[in-house]
């Protein structure tokens, strides 16, 4: 995965639509927890903890939208933060074990 890549076709998005006024910790955290929110959402009755709903076509390419809305805030705002995702992301999982 080119993250570098992504980055910057979401900067460019960005800029395009004057949003970097926007975009500042608090409300791309905001919109992040928003867009879990809608994950969640997709799978709150399910009884089968969501393995059925994924077998569907139309839930699964919600549920893979919303993946890609949590994914590209969260680049949003470690690009903005300048954080290193896969430098912390592993020190997380260090200190997890």
């Known amino acids: 995965m080119d993250l570098e890549k992504i980055k910057l076709e979401l900067r460019r998005f960005t800029k395009e639509r004057d949003w970097e006024q926007f975009h500042d910790p ?12 809608e994950l969640v959402e997709i799978f709150q009755w399910s009884k089968s903890g969501g393995l059925d709903e994924i077998k569907d076509p139309e839930t699964k390419e919600a549920i893979q939208k919303e993946i890609a809305d ?8 470690v690009d903005l933060m300048d954080i290193d995702l896969e430098k912390v992301a592993l ?4 200190e997890n074990a």
């Open 26 to 37: 608090k409300n791309l955290s905001m919109a992040l927890s928003v867009e879990v929110a």
């Open 70 to 77: 949590i994914f590209n805030y969260l680049l949003k705002l």
């Open 91 to 94: 020190e997380k999982i260090q």
